[in-house]
């Protein structure tokens, strides 16, 4: 069994902090007002509002155990057959995941399935899944794309000159 933490980027800390922050100011407020109801709200809003942030904080990781992917983040987890796995890629995507930095990759698998990950060692958890063969790189593909598109243009004008 191998656990690879989530790469964590300076922008959730910031976010974390600030979330933290409005959270307490948001709590004191209740409880200087008073009351019962206020300190239920009180309550309620500091652990839903710092709580929950770092719980996903502190427990977003990625197991990679013989036949399984075990993705934990807070109260929510997955589990993922490997051999279900058909692709991993590199994405820079804003989508919602378990992931706490954009430097990810997201894996498809099942029948179209997708969840996106940021292990902090990308390398080494693609090889303990053995599919480094699935590894597909969205840059080198788009400047692959982009040379081919152009190779095809420079025919096609080449082709229509020739032709006039």
């Given at each position: 069994m191998h656990v690879f933490?989530?790469?964590?980027d300076n922008w959730v800390l910031?976010?974390?902090l600030l979330s933290i922050s409005a959270c307490l100011l948001g709590a004191s407020v209740a409880l200087t007002v008073?009351?019962?109801?206020n300190y239920v709200f009180a309550a309620i809003i500091l652990i839903a509002g710092i709580g929950f942030?770092?719980?996903?904080?502190v427990s977003t990781r990625y197991i990679v155990d013989n036949d399984?992917?075990?993705?934990?983040?807070?109260?929510?987890?997955?589990?993922?057959?490997?051999?279900?796995?058909?692709?991993?890629?590199?994405t820079q995507s804003a989508v919602t995941?378990?992931?706490?930095?954009?430097?990810?990759?997201?894996?498809?698998?099942?029948?179209?399935k997708m969840i996106i990950i940021s292990p902090v060692d990308k390398e080494k958890f693609i090889q303990k899944?053995?599919?480094?063969?699935?590894?597909?790189?969205?840059?080198?593909?788009?400047?692959?794309?982009?040379?081919?598109?152009?190779?095809?243009?420079?025919?096609?004008?080449?082709?229509?000159?020739?032709?006039?």
């Open positions: 933490k989530s790469k964590i910031i976010c974390l008073g009351g019962t109801a942030p770092v719980w996903l904080y399984d992917l075990k993705i934990i983040s807070g109260p929510f987890s997955w589990n993922i057959p490997i051999a279900s796995i058909t692709s991993v890629q590199e995941s378990p992931a706490l930095s954009f430097d990810r990759l997201e894996i498809a698998y099942g029948e179209d899944l053995g599919k480094e063969r699935f590894i597909f790189n969205r840059k080198n593909a788009r400047s692959k794309a982009a040379a081919k598109d152009f190779r095809n243009k420079a025919k096609r004008n080449k082709t229509n000159r020739s032709n006039t």
